[in-house]
Structure formats: C-alpha cells, structure tokens
C-alpha cells in the first residue's frame, strides 16, 4: 500500500559549483555536473528513503530526461505514474557557492503539461494514501484538483508552496491540511494573499506570538515555515494542535557541516509526509524533528534527489 502520493516536478539538473555567484554580466569558471532533481522527484526520493512506501505523480517527455526518471524511480523503489508529454522533460540551472548557496532557474517543460485530468484518473491510489504532498513547480490548477481529490478520501495534504513566485489562490492555500514555506515563500503569501508586506530575512526575527498571527491569517489549518539555519516555526490552530500542548513553537536547527544546501527543504518535506504517513499517535513537534534532522543531513552531501539520506524516524536517533 502507497503510504505517501507525491505530484509534481521532474527536472534534469544542471549544475555549476563555483567560488561565488555569478554576477549580472561576470563569466567565471566553475566545476558542472548533472542529474536529477525537480521539487517533486526531490521530495518522494526522501520519502521514500525516509522509510514511507511513495508513488510519484508527474509528467515527463519522451526523451533521455524521461528515461532517466523511470530507471531512477525504479532503482529507488518508488512506483511512478507519469503522464506522457509532447514538450521534453523539465530541466534546471543551478548555481552553487563555496558556502552551501544556490540560484536556480528552471525550464519547466513537461512538468508544464500536468494535467487534471491525468490526476483525476488516479482515484485509487491517491484515495488509499495516508499522505498527499504537492508543490507549485506544476500548473496551480492541477495541484489544486490533487489536493481536493485527497481531502475528498480523508487523505492529509501537504503543500509546499514553492517556489516562491510560482502562482498561487488562497483556494490552494485552504485545501493543504499543512503549510510549508520557507521564510521567502511565507513573505510572498502573506503579501499576495493576505496584503501583509514583510521582509522575508525579517521573519526569522519576529517574536512566537506576532509570527503565530500572521500564520493564522494565511491558513486555518497547521502552518510549518522553515527558517534555514534558525530552524523551523509551527503553528496550529487551537482546534487543531495535532498532539502538541501549545499552538505555536520553534524547532532549533540541527547542527551539521554544510557542502550543498541544493533540496534541503525538499528533504524536510519529504521527511515530514514519510513521518506523518509511518508513525502514529505522536506530537506534531516529533514529526518536525524528524524532518529538520534529516534535512540537515541532506546538505552534508553535494546534489539534490541523490543527496537524501536513507534513514527513517525509527533510526535517526541513532544517527
């Protein structure tokens, strides 16, 4: 039994680790590599080495890029429902710096071609999911029917709402049972959809109570928002503190030596749903964790889907 349905992306990556950055107009010299990445793919190889049994739901082109997915899907044991597409599969650009950072920029490609309907013809396997994670790297509208179809069988839904600037309705933000930004993906929400204007290096600062507000007014439901090398926040509303005694609180970020900070917030979701969809009758905050533990193992290795760790939340304490 699928214990985890993760929809969304599939990327080919190409990536260039550098000194530094590059500058608008600066040519510099660099070490490249490739392989497979894309939020989607990057979250269900962690569930799945996370200890959760995952399907993963996306499109892919009839290319050398599609062809990788299946035999990677297949070597890590995930099963893969993937929707044909004319356009080639998704690809990235990512640049990474001696401290860890990233900038990336993506071709969307077949994860464009996602479609509701694809996802309408998966009834039986979202319905027998103890877990739905989505992201925004495929058509908001397609997400959005995958989220609905969950809740309509009791399956809990995760959204991470990434990137950052990748189109969103507070419709979505309503269906996810769990919220996941970043600090700059929460920013973005709170000014998009609730009109409340913050810097996003300015949230890690805010004290518990005005960040537990602010959650409270963009969803209704559970809001996780990780801060990077701060930890994470959690918020629940108080009809719906998932075992934990208080509605808000901060998990500290795990001490590790950083290389490459590419997927770490893929591993924490992925982490995350592979807890919630494998351990029982546990706080929320044991589930957090989990994730913020494994997240952090992920960046002491270089690359992004082939950078999760393997270990589950019946092991990590041992790690």
Not at 41 to 67: H, M, P, S, Y
Not at 76 to 105: C, H, Q
Not at 181 to 196: D, I, K, Q, W, Y
Not at 205 to 217: F, I, V, Y
Request: net charge negative.
């Amino acid at each position: 039994m699928t214990a985890v349905v993760v929809a969304g992306s599939f990327n080919v990556d190409h990536v260039w680790r550098c000194d530094t950055l590059p500058a608008p107009g600066a040519t510099i010299a660099g070490r490249y590599s490739t392989g497979p990445g894309g939020k989607g793919f990057n979250q269900a190889i962690a569930a799945g080495r996370a200890g959760a049994a995952t399907t993963f739901v996306c499109a892919l082109g009839d290319d050398a890029g599609g062809a990788l997915a299946r035999q990677l899907a297949s070597d890590d044991g995930l099963a893969l429902l993937a929707e044909a597409s004319s356009e080639p599969t998704g690809t990235a650009g990512i640049y990474v710096d001696a401290r860890g950072r990233n900038s990336i920029v993506i071709g969307a490609g077949a994860n464009a071609s996602l479609s509701k309907a694809f996802i309408a013809a998966q009834p039986e396997v979202i319905s027998r999911a103890r877990v739905l994670l989505a992201q925004l790297e495929s058509p908001v509208e397609t997400i959005e029917s995958a989220l609905e179809l969950a809740r309509q069988h009791a399956v809990t839904t995760v959204l991470n709402p990434a990137p950052a600037n990748a189109p969103s309705t507070i419709s979505l933000l309503k269906l996810a049972d769990v919220l996941t930004p970043n600090e700059t993906e929460f920013a973005a929400l709170l000014s998009r959809h609730v009109g409340e204007r913050i810097e996003a290096d300015d949230v890690a600062a805010l004290d518990g109570a005005s960040l537990h507000e602010l959650c409270r007014k963009l969803s209704a439901n559970t809001v996780v928002v990780t801060l990077g090398a701060v930890g994470v926040f959690v918020s629940h509303a108080p009809e719906r503190l998932r075992g934990d005694s208080t509605a808000y609180y901060r998990v500290a970020a795990e001490t590790v030596q950083t290389v490459d900070t590419t997927g770490a917030g893929d591993a924490f979701n992925g982490a995350l749903v592979a807890s919630l969809a494998t351990v029982a009758d546990v706080p929320f905050a044991q589930h957090v964790r989990f994730a913020n533990r494994y997240a952090a193992r992920s960046t002491e290795n270089e690359g992004a889907a082939l950078a999760m760790p393997r270990f589950t939340p019946a092991d990590s304490d041992a790690r």
